[in-house]
């Protein structure tokens, strides 16, 4: 007897499937899954199919942007594996990413004003940006849009003994605070940087994130307001009196990673860096 269509088409289905996720298994971003002995669990797709979920990340927050209306997520990684930063050392990483649109395609075109607002650095305005989304940040949307990530729910104790970078890539204000708050009950120590610090919205970051400041002005500005900064200046300059040289920076040789070092909590020092990567030559001011 003959199969009929549908079984045929089922087991096509489930065989691409099977490969699809084989092969993620082998990539190589923040979202690569290390199971060891154990099986991972399971969750049933829309499909009805029993999907893996990955271990290394969780959804911690889903909602609108206070920027723009947009819907945007937030996600941790690292929790089964370090990043591999050589800068920050191996702190987990939190993203805040567009909900519906790649997020390297919304770093170019606009729409990644969701998440990184009206930050100078984003590639629809001077393009210097460090982060390369098409890189990490894509690979997280990617799994989390393969249903491969659970919800945090109430398990904040996976931050315990962590260091945690509160915006690896999209800016930290976009989420509400009390996010960050509760990870703060549970982690070690943190880094968090805002350049949406004149916003009311972002207000409940002061004390928790460093103000990117792009310019002595911008500096000067937020420190008035009450903020710790993070000062952006071009390659070369100085750092300004009673400001912090980060440390972990290729101009002070990488002395120390952000995770050993953790100035920029929002509440310990100013900090100085100069521009680098390949746009560094666009940061004039």
Not at 189 to 212: D, E, F, M, N, V
């Amino acid at each position: 007897m003959r199969p009929s269509r549908s079984s045929t088409a089922r087991k096509l289905l489930l065989s691409f499937i099977t490969c699809s996720i084989r092969f993620s298994r082998l990539n190589s971003g923040p979202d690569t899954i290390h199971w060891g002995d154990s099986p991972p669990p399971l969750q049933t797709t829309s499909l009805g199919f029993k999907m893996s979920i990955n271990p290394n990340g969780r959804i911690l927050w889903e909602g609108i942007s206070p920027y723009d209306g947009s819907p945007i997520v937030c996600i941790v990684t690292g929790l089964s594996q370090g990043s591999a930063n050589g800068k920050t050392g191996t702190m987990l990483q939190t993203w805040i990413l567009p909900r519906d649109v790649k997020p390297n395609e919304a770093f170019k075109d606009g729409r990644g004003r969701s998440v990184c607002g009206d930050c100078r650095h984003a590639g629809y305005n001077q393009g210097t940006c460090y982060v390369k989304f098409f890189h990490a940040p894509l690979s997280v949307w990617n799994a989390y849009h393969r249903g491969s990530y659970a919800h945090i729910g109430q398990d904040w104790h996976l931050f315990t003994g962590h260091a945690v970078r509160f915006g690896s890539a999209g800016d930290p204000a976009m989420v509400p605070a009390d996010i960050w708050q509760r990870i703060l009950e549970f982690c070690d120590s943190h880094t968090g940087y805002s350049h949406q610090w004149r916003q009311p919205w972002a207000q409940g970051l002061k004390g928790i994130c460093q103000a990117s400041c792009d310019g002595f002005a911008d500096y000067l500005a937020a420190s008035e307001a009450g903020w710790k900064c993070f000062l952006v200046a071009p390659k070369g300059a100085t750092a300004p009196k009673g400001m912090a040289h980060c440390a972990a920076s290729i101009e002070k040789g990488q002395k120390t990673t952000c995770q050993a070092c953790t100035l920029c909590d929002g509440a310990s020092a100013d900090v100085f860096i100069n521009a680098h990567g390949a746009s560094a030559a666009k940061v004039t001011a």
